[in-house]
């Protein structure tokens, strides 16, 4: 089991910026992916932008070369850069963490308590 506590959410203009970070603690050492989904009001939860344990990254097209996630594993710490903020961009950010499975304990998904991003033009 994980918890995840999100924080920098808020209200910004277009083209403005935002950092969005998720403190994990817990079951930290079963994690092999965090990640960043968001959802918009009579939509979809769709992916943003993940991290595995190893490092590598990827994004969801509509974000790429604006948005950047980074990870501090000395504070098993997940951040979520975003520039060039759009309107589209608006919808609740949630954090997620992926554990894996270990003796009687099943892999799980995660997911934080989610943060209201507003972009308004």
């Known amino acids: 089991q994980v918890q995840l506590v999100e924080s920098g959410g808020g209200l910004v203009q277009a083209g403005g910026s935002l950092r969005l970070s998720c403190a994990a603690s817990g079951r930290i050492f079963s994690i092999n992916a965090m990640g960043w989904y968001r959802q918009a009001p009579g939509k979809q939860r769709e992916l943003v932008a993940r991290?595995?344990?190893?490092?590598?990254?990827n994004y969801a097209d509509s974000v790429k070369g604006r948005f950047t996630i980074s990870r501090d594993s000395t504070k098993n710490t997940v951040y979520l850069q975003m520039n060039s903020l759009k309107p589209e961009d608006t919808a609740v950010y949630y954090c997620?963490?992926?554990?894996?499975?270990?003796?009687?304990?099943?892999?799980?998904?995660?997911w934080g308590q989610g943060t209201q991003v507003t972009v308004s033009s």
């Open positions: 997620h963490a992926r554990t894996t499975g270990w003796g009687t304990i099943p892999a799980q998904d995660n």
């Open positions: 991290i595995t344990s190893g490092g590598n990254t």
